[in-house]
Nanobody
Framework: QVQLVESGGGLVQAGGSLRLSCAAS????????MAWFRQAPGKEPEFVGR????????QYLNSVKGRFTISRDNAKNTVYLQMNSLKPEDTAVYYC??????????????WGQGTQVTVSS
């Protein structure tokens, strides 16, 4: 089992920045690829980005490329999502997940409880 706890969400104005963190405990963190998904009200969950076990490979949703950056610190069992130039359409609950290296929800076995990000215009 892997337990994931997100933090860092909040309310920010458009154009601002937030950094989300996801702390993992349980099984060996570096065994897993990590991903961020988000779900806006009334919408399906959406892949935001992923990072492989070493941090050497990342992939992003097109609409966040150049604005969001995923990184991980295996010594701290933590993955980060740095979000810059935030837009109102980025408003959602953000979830981190641990599992295989995939952009699909089905590739991830472990999920955090989510953290709310609200971007005001």
């Amino acid at each position: 089992q892997v337990q994931l706890v997100e933090s860092g969400g909040g309310l920010v104005q458009a154009g601002g920045s937030l950094r989300l963190s996801c702390a993992a405990s349980g099984r060996t963190f570096s065994n897993y690829a990590m991903a961020w998904f988000r779900q806006a009200p009334g919408k399906e969950p959406e892949f935001v980005g992923r990072i492989n076990w070493s941090g050497g490979s990342t992939q992003y949703l097109n609409s966040v490329k150049g604005r969001f950056t995923i990184s991980r610190d295996n010594a701290k069992n933590t993955v980060y999502l740095q979000m810059n130039s935030l837009k109102p359409e980025d408003t959602a609950v953000y979830y981190c997940a641990a599992g295989r290296d995939s952009s699909f929800r089905g590739g991830y076995d472990y999920w955090g409880q989510g953290t709310q990000v609200t971007v005001s215009s």
